[in-house]
């Protein structure tokens, strides 16, 4: 593993993750949040949410390196795509127990898919080995 690639994909992932993850649930869903203030606190506790945000990128860093060993744009937006409808799982599973509204719902799913599908994009752009391993038969 190259540490150095691995690390500069890390942290392109971390900002990335953070500043979408603001833009998007933090200012484009802001509505749709306040029409179920109680559920939510009324500022975040930032040492847990910065927490949270390193955890993914790491996590999502490590799993492209491992899964897509030849890195690239492509492969690594994919594996995004899936790693987003993951959480799709979680997701379904809040609206199950919580008061959410179906604009929440959709909100959260489209927004992991497409920051998962991005940050993949993102690591797999610097985290693209030199030169590809050859296929051994």
């Known amino acids: ?3 150095q690639k691995f690390f500069t994909a890390f942290m392109a992932a971390f900002i990335f993750l953070f500043v979408f993850g603001f833009l998007w649930y933090g200012t484009l869903m802001r509505g749709a949040h306040e ?7 009324t500022k975040p506790d930032f040492p847990w949410l910065i927490l949270g945000h390193i955890v993914m990128a790491f996590f999502f860093t490590t799993l492209c390196v491992r899964f897509v060993p030849a890195g690239g744009l492509g492969a690594s937006a994919t594996l995004g795509i899936l790693v987003g409808l993951v959480y799709a799982g979680p997701h ?16 959260w799913i489209v927004g992991a898919v497409i920051q998962f ?12 080995p030199a030169h590809p391993r050859p296929v051994r038969s």
């Open 1 to 3: 593993m190259n540490w």
């Open 92 to 107: 379904l599973i809040s609206f199950a127990v919580q008061p959410l509204t179906t604009k929440i719902l959709c909100g």
């Open 35 to 41: 029409e179920v203030q109680a559920l939510f606190r």
């Open 117 to 128: 599908a991005i940050a993949g994009a993102i690591v797999g752009a610097i985290y693209k």
